[in-house]
């Protein structure tokens, strides 16, 4: 099982994969060079995602692999599914839930700049603008402020409120919020704390980890990869912030991939 991101978020989406599969064993890739994919131009992305599992796919006998970003996901999913013959699986921004539990109709979306201008997320959008008030906030510099904090870097309080300011003004403020990027998970507790009342956040996480777990359950094929590998595209030293992460979720193989 390969899993990659451009930056860590993606280690959200492995959590909640592991959880349900202990288990398996599995690839993650943090391309760390091409971060952050939120502000690359579609054909970057695309171009990207298909050097990335074409790599992969070379060096190592993944049986199917998770685009563990949104952006990719709702950029590429839909080529990258006709393109290879083995699953790809993505998390795709959904505003179901957020409809089903929202007290007063007030649902905020945030996510990267290339998430909200993409075909997907805006034909998700006017799907719902006539039911509900939909919010949408584009930012890229989450994202930067949440792989700060995993790698221990407090995170400003100032520099959230700027972020959210056009919803903190609100008289009716966004009672759910769909965080539409990986990285923005880790940062609940924080955007919490800049708002006046309880906030029900959503993501894309269950949906995922259930197609992968529905996956493993259906196949019969055996587990070819014997260890947990991280790879990154491009050595920094804030790779070493990130041990403590690595040795969490026990990967035994660390080293880096050439992605040109």
Known sequence: M?????????????????????????????????????EKKESFIIQRSIKIINTIKNLYPIQIVV???????????????????????????SLDQAIKITK??????????ATIKSLYTKNLISKYTNSMNIKVIATNELARIAEN???KISVSNFELKKIFYPWIILAVQPDTIYLGCTH??????????????PINFLDSY????????????NTKNNQN???????????????NKLLYILE????????KVNLN
């Open 67 to 93: 685009i563990a970003c949104n952006t990719v996901s709702t950029i590429s999913l839909h080529i990258l599914k006709k393109k290879f013959n083995i699953p790809i699986v993505g998390v795709l921004p």
């Open 2 to 38: 390969l899993i990659f991101d451009s930056g860590i978020g993606g280690i959200s989406i492995l959590e909640n994969i592991k959880k349900k599969l202990p288990k398996k064993n599995y690839i993650y890739l943090l391309d760390n060079k091409g971060f952050p994919y939120g």
């Open 206 to 217: 269950t949906n995922t980890t259930e197609i992968v777990k529905k996956y493993f359950l």
């Open 149 to 151: 904090k995993i790698r």
């Open 184 to 197: 923005f998970s880790f940062l609940k507790n924080e955007i919490q704390k800049i708002f006046h009342k």
């Open 104 to 113: 007063n109709n007030n649902i905020g979306i945030i996510a990267t700049k």
């Open 248 to 255: 969490k979720y026990e990967f035994n193989d660390i080293s």
């Open 225 to 239: 990869i014997k260890k947990n590998i991280f790879l990154y595209s491009k050595y920094s030293k804030n790779i």
